[in-house]
């Protein structure tokens, strides 16, 4: 069966660092889209970043864009969100998704994703 399995999150400052890991199995990794998405307290699902196969496959929120970085290593079948200069708005659970890959592309909407993992929770203080 396919698992999807987040790990990294934590407590941090404002201005901190943390790196989210996502490893799938049950799936062939390479053939798969990944995401990360979050969901703060009162608030929708929304998309943080995605990735498809290269760099020119990526997708950031706007939110997010200059301060964090997704990518994946197929090896490991693990994908990684490094998240720097941390706020406190980025605040959430954080998810971690796979959609079948038919080209390039990622998209930052949670309808498009087949498997999910049960979340990471990321708290930043001021």
């Known amino acids: 069966q396919v698992q999807v399995v987040e790990s990294g999150g934590g407590l941090v400052q404002a201005g901190g660092s943390l790196r989210l890991s996502c490893t799938a199995s049950?799936?062939?990794?390479?053939?798969?889209?990944m995401g990360w998405f979050r969901q703060a307290p009162g608030k929708e699902r929304e998309g943080v970043s995605c990735?498809?196969?290269?760099?020119?496959?990526?997708w950031y929120a706007n939110s997010v864009k200059g301060r964090f970085t997704i990518s994946r290593d197929n090896a490991k079948n693990t994908l990684y969100l490094q998240m720097n200069s941390l706020k406190p708005e980025d605040t959430a659970m954080y998810y971690c998704?796979?959609?079948?890959?038919?080209?390039?592309?990622?998209?930052?909407?949670?309808?498009?994703?087949?498997?999910w993992g049960q979340g990471t929770q990321v708290t930043v203080s001021s």
């Open positions: 998704a796979a959609q079948e890959m038919r080209y390039d592309v990622c998209t930052g909407s949670s309808g498009d994703y087949n498997y």
């Open positions: 990735m498809a196969w290269s760099d020119s496959g990526t």
């Open positions: 049950g799936l062939t990794f390479d053939d798969y889209v």
